[in-house]
């Protein structure tokens, strides 16, 4: 699923090429694929609206358009938007087609079919279409401090690296770069959340933005299916600290990584520099 660099790479991407482009008209061909309203409810209340703003919210894309009418969208598994030429070809995987006044045309493309768009009417906010928004933690990027992480984790008895996962928590961090987080810090993904140290803490923090802020940088990761607007993947898989990388050597001591599951979540970490022992903060890159 495309993470929090991933959804952000689009955003710019989107806000280099969208802003004042209006939508001529609209051709849903996946009826599912849009969450509300109706397909054709959607296709005549979004045609003729243009796009004024695009950001993000943990892995939701959120588009503000004229009118003060907008769009959710959360890619999930295999989503991804596409700026094409008008008449290009489109795939089989093509749900929704958006053509534009500049004679582009903005594609939604998803395997397999778990993405979904939501309208946003001009009288409703984002939160009342997509309640879930409301339930979003923290930003890592910009909104957490060693305070908060320790008034979230102060009460969690679960593993680090599934606290790190849920989205009520810290909004967009998913399997990969929680992995690469944890070996930054130095920090057991089997630790208790509630165990961590203040300076832990002060770690985590500094290893999150340093992770997410080089992800965006490369692109994001293209494990699969992702790729930016222009179908190009990302390069962040490439330069990986441990993620997907079971049985090669540590990049601080050699020793091979690991892959165990947590949570139903495969996970990697090297034994020897992240130690379940409460001093493992001492180990931090």
């Not at 991933?6 to 802003?19: A, C, G, M, R, Y």
């Not at 358009?65 to 093509?94: C, D, I, N």
Request: net charge positive; with cysteine; glycine share 8%.
């Amino acid at each position: 699923m495309p993470e929090l660099p991933e959804v952000e790479t689009i955003v710019k991407d989107l806000t280099s090429n969208l802003p004042g482009r209006k939508i001529s008209s609209v051709k849903v061909l996946r009826t599912d694929s849009v969450a509300f309203p109706s397909a054709s409810n959607f296709a005549r209340a979004v045609t003729g609206l243009s796009f004024i703003r695009i950001f993000r919210r943990g892995k939701y894309l959120l588009f503000d358009l004229s009118g003060s009418a907008g769009l959710v969208v959360h890619l999930r598994m295999s989503g991804r938007f596409l700026l094409v030429a008008q008449g290009a070809p489109t795939s089989k995987h093509s749900r929704l087609s958006f053509l534009l006044d500049d004679g582009q045309q903005l594609i939604f493309e998803d395997m397999r079919v778990f993405g979904r768009i939501w309208y946003k009417p001009p009288e409703n906010s984002f939160e009342e279409i997509v309640p879930s928004l409301a339930e979003l933690g923290k930003e890592p990027l910009t909104d957490l401090d060693a305070a908060y992480m320790h008034s979230a984790f102060k009460k969690r008895s679960q593993a680090i690296k599934t606290v790190l996962l849920d989205q009520r928590v810290i909004a967009g961090i998913g399997n990969i770069y929680a992995d690469e987080v944890l070996y930054l810090s130095g920090i057991h993904p089997l630790r208790r959340a509630m165990d961590l140290g203040e300076s832990e803490l002060d770690t985590l923090v500094r290893s999150i933005r340093q992770v997410l802020s080089q992800a965006i940088a490369l692109g994001g990761s293209s494990l699969r299916n992702y790729t930016n607007v222009r179908g190009i993947h990302g390069q962040y898989q490439g330069q990986s600290l441990v993620y997907g990388r079971t049985g090669a050597p540590c990049l601080t001591c050699q020793n091979p990584l690991v892959k165990i599951r947590i949570a139903g979540r495969s996970t990697h970490y090297c034994q020897l520099c992240q130690r379940q022992a409460a001093d493992s903060g001492k180990n931090s890159r």
